[in-house]
């Protein structure tokens, strides 16, 4: 059940920005906040299948970067149209330097 | 620049319920992944961040000169001195909430989002777009640009109808159409086309702006027959007829007379460079094939984003009176042969068009 997958060095993404991760098959978005906490998402938009890794965050929203719709990623809502859908997000802890995102 | 004669599929279909839009989806065009130049995440990020300032300053400009032009017509209601009064109100009530409301729309000309979502409202009144079904369709047209059967807002559809065009430079056509669906939609209705890209829970929302916008135009009609005057329509309504030039010449430019069903910007949009004028009414959309490639990118940096990515771009058109000689003679053309486009040229620093992708396939080249 408790299946810590490691996504990355928690160094790798900058503050207030977002990484894409890849893994079984699937593509997460894995984020770090300003006010450097990480959180993980699924990596699509729920629009339109778009990664969020190449959107802009914002305090705690993910903007999508093809039609602009925008999540809290660190609860998955969505804000507005043109999503109607949230994203599922994963629990994230940071260990060693080392990002670690439960899939299981 | 090339001329293109292309083998295409005689008589389009541009309805988004007909037999091009199930081809469209046949052939892989619909939701398609784009071409996009490269750009590093870190130069992305800082094009894309957002700032209240640049809205706040353009939009205090915008509301004042507004609000001045039309106290002027009204003070000078009765004479020929109301007349650049009300030019400059038309072209800013009927022309400039055509950039607002997209700007806006894309949540990108504020950081703060209900500065976006209060200037898009006024916008829409304004320039007639109902705000809940133009915000549906603008993001159809940005998932499947000029893409026939798909996108919603191909402004020349091929053979191009220029009585259309020219009666559209005076909103005549424009704001007929949107005055039916208005009181078609405070009427509860909305139609098959507007169902395939306005999500069901949406839709009620569509029906209440309109309800409300009629409300606004029909006190408006009561205001100008109590006073026995045409000022109140004219300050409320007719702008979007006598001021629309500006927004319909510009309009044009963004995909006119350029390539249909291809999932490169490159290739169906136009970059223009423009006198200030025109680039602060139009809030920079001139950089159109870059606001396609990265809508993300606010209206204030795109010229940035023009600088950073043009090797990678056809040559801009030098001005807007280029772009109507480029595109006018197409049109004309496309009467003859609606499959006839322009092809724009790449420079040698470009990654090439993928050819293979685009349906149909440019044929030769003349």
């Not at chain 1, 593509?27 to 699924?42: G, H, K, W």
């Not at chain 2, 047209?141 to 996108?151: A, E, F």
């Not at chain 2, 065009?165 to 704001?175: K, M, Q, R, S, T």
Request: charged letters at 20%; hydrophobic letters at 40%; aromatic letters at 10%.
């Amino acid at each position: 059940m408790s299946d810590w997958v490691e996504a990355c060095a928690a160094e790798d993404i900058d503050e207030e920005d977002v990484m894409r991760f890849d893994h079984a098959g699937r593509t997460y978005a894995i984020y770090r906040s300003p006010d450097d906490e990480y959180f993980a998402t699924d990596g699509l938009c729920s629009h339109e299948k778009v990664h969020l890794a190449d959107g802009l965050v914002m305090d705690d929203i993910i903007e999508c970067p093809k039609h602009n719709g925008r999540f809290n990623y660190k609860t998955g809502d969505a804000r507005g149209a043109p999503v109607c859908v949230n994203l599922k997000t994963y629990p994230v802890k940071v260990d060693a330097g080392k990002v670690l995102i439960q899939l299981g | 620049m090339t001329a293109i004669m292309s083998p295409a599929l005689s008589g389009r279909d541009y309805s988004l319920t007909g037999r091009d839009a199930k081809l469209a989806v046949e052939n892989g065009l619909a939701a398609a992944e784009w071409y996009h130049t490269e750009i590093p995440r870190k130069q992305m990020k800082e094009l894309m961040q957002r700032s209240d300032q640049p809205a706040i300053r353009d939009t205090a400009i915008w509301l004042g000169a507004l609000i001045l032009s039309g106290a002027g017509g009204a003070w000078f209601w009765g004479s020929w001195w109301c007349v650049p009064s009300f030019f400059v109100y038309g072209t800013l009530y009927g022309s400039s909430t055509d950039s607002r409301w997209h700007e806006c729309g894309h949540g990108t000309a504020f950081r703060t989002q209900w500065m976006n979502d209060a200037v898009y409202q006024l916008a829409c009144f304004m320039i007639m777009r109902n705000p809940v079904t133009w915000r549906w369709s603008h993001t159809r047209h940005h998932t499947d640009t000029i893409i026939v059967g798909r996108d919603p807002e191909i402004a020349v559809m091929r053979p191009p109808d220029l009585v259309r065009l020219v009666l559209n430079f005076f909103g005549i056509l424009d704001a007929w159409h949107a005055m039916a669906d208005m009181v078609r939609n405070a009427a509860g209705v909305i139609s098959a086309a507007e169902k395939t890209f306005i999500p069901p829970q949406e839709q009620p929302r569509a029906i209440r702006a309109a309800r409300i916008w009629l409300a606004i135009y029909i006190a408006t009609i009561a205001l100008a027959l109590y006073l026995h005057s045409w000022l109140p329509p004219m300050l409320v309504g007719l702008p979007r007829l006598y001021g629309a030039w500006h927004h319909v010449m510009t309009g044009l430019l963004q995909h006119g007379g350029l390539a249909e069903n291809v999932i490169d910007h490159r290739l169906n949009s136009r970059t223009v460079y423009m006198n200030p004028i025109s680039r602060f009414i139009y809030w920079n959309m001139n950089y159109h094939v870059e606001h396609h490639m990265f809508p993300m990118v606010p209206y204030h940096a795109l010229p940035k984003l023009h600088e950073l990515i043009k090797h990678d771009l056809p040559a801009p058109t030098p001005s807007i009176l280029a772009g109507y000689r480029e595109m006018i003679p197409a049109f004309l053309r496309q009467l003859r042969n609606e499959d006839y486009f322009i092809k724009r040229e790449l420079p040698p620093t470009a990654k090439p068009y993928r050819e293979e992708l685009h349906n149909p396939v440019p044929a030769a080249a003349e």
